[in-house]
Nanobody, 114 residues
Framework: QVQLMESGGGLVQTGGSLRLSCLAS????????MAWYRQAPGKQREFVTI??????LYADSVKGRFTISRDNAKNTVFLQMNSLKPEDTAVYYC?????????WGQGTQVTVSS
């Protein structure tokens, strides 16, 4: 059973930074895709960034501020978030895809105060 565990969320002021981590129970090399999504209160879950086959893609709202990276030896994917804004406040979820199966973590709360 694949498990993904996010950490690193918290409360930060506008303009601050946070680094989220997503620890997988197995090798992340076994996943075709690693990604981050987020869900703000009262809104649908939305795409943030994806890493697949050495390529990355970002939502326009985070481009230039967020960076996804991987440490394959530690089975961990990171999301570095800089220049945070109040509209970045959300629960952030890690997602992994192996074949046609999606796996999700439980999420970590990020709150950006104005």
């Amino acid at each position: 059973q694949v498990q993904l565990m996010e950490s690193g969320g918290g409360l930060v002021q506008t303009g601050g930074s946070l680094r989220l981590s997503c620890l997988a129970s197995g090798s992340i090399l076994s996943f075709n895709v690693m990604a981050w999504y987020r869900q703000a209160p009262g809104k649908q879950r939305e795409f943030v960034t994806i890493s697949s086959g050495g390529r990355t893609l970002y939502a326009d709202s985070v481009k230039g501020r967020f960076t996804i990276s991987r440490d394959n030896a530690k089975n961990t994917v990171f999301l570095q978030m800089n220049s945070l804004k109040p509209e970045d406040t959300a629960v952030y979820y890690c997602k992994a895809i192996r074949g046609q199966i999606d796996y999700w973590g439980q999420g970590t709360q990020v709150t950006v105060s104005s």
